[in-house]
């Protein structure tokens, strides 16, 4: 009596995996290292020291049933934007969260600066600038007349090109999970320029293969809204 063969099993079954380069920039103590924390290791500290040049941290997010996520995150010290590192940090960046500090309306002036620094030196394969999400970091604290209305932080980010925004607080932990969330998704919209590998089959990269862009200096910052590491991370 004949049987019928077993079909081999499918790729389809397979688990995929990811590994993101994202960046978190912004001003000096605006709370990067302490969002980064609490994070990847559900911790916050009063006492942060300041990062000199960039920290790394790993955290693996189960993004669906088939999908796993190993989210590389570069914190970059606050005064990097004025060096010339930055462009080395940034290579094969796949996303980025620009973090200012609501109490310090300075830090949300600078945020077009960062902007312009970040697409000016990366892009995706196609073009296309690397997603970036706006952090409007200590909402727990009182803020220095920042973020009057959510319609006005909206027509910024269109303006600027920021996919969301989002206020957030390492001491409270608000709003960090969703906003890494919504990072991923946006980088997810891209996975037809990724190569994913097997469950453990990792390389020293498996970024997309960002295009370097030269340096161009912007001549168009402007300032909006009225408005690191950083020691002073320690606010949230």
């Given amino acids: 009596m004949s049987t019928t063969p077993t079909a081999p099993p499918s790729n389809m079954d397979q688990k995929k995996e990811y590994l993101f380069k994202v960046l978190v920039i912004g001003e000096l103590a605006t709370g990067k290292t ?5 994070y990847v290791h559900n ?3 009063e006492h942060y020291r ?3 040049g960039v920290d790394f941290a790993l955290k693996i997010v189960k993004y669906d049933d088939d999908t796993v996520i190993r989210l590389q995150l570069w914190d970059i010290a606050g005064q990097e934007r004025f060096g010339n590192m930055t462009r080395v940090y940034y290579k094969e960046a796949v996303g980025c969260f620009i ?14 600066k960062w902007k312009t620094d970040l697409d000016n030196k990366v892009q995706l ?3 296309n600038p690397v997603p970036c999400v706006l952090l409007a970091n200590k909402c727990d604290l009182a803020r220095e007349g920042l973020v009057n209305s959510a319609q006005q932080m909206d027509e910024f980010c269109r303006a600027k090109g920021f996919a969301n925004w989002f206020e957030t607080s390492a001491k409270e932990n608000i709003n960090i999970e969703a906003a890494a969330r919504f990072l991923i998704s946006e980088v997810m919209k891209h996975t037809e320029q990724l190569q994913p590998r097997s469950p453990g089959s990792y390389a020293r990269s498996n970024t997309l293969n960002v295009q370097d862009k030269p340096d161009n200096k912007s001549k168009n910052d402007r300032k909006c809204c009225g408005g690191s590491d950083d020691s002073a991370d320690s606010k949230s």
């Fill in 50 to 52: 300041a990062t000199i």
């Fill in 34 to 38: 302490a969002l980064v924390k609490r």
């Fill in 99 to 112: 973090v200012f500090d609501v109490t310090r309306g300075s830090t949300f002036e600078a945020v077009t």
């Fill in 43 to 45: 911790f916050f500290s």
């Fill in 125 to 127: 394969p196609d073009g």
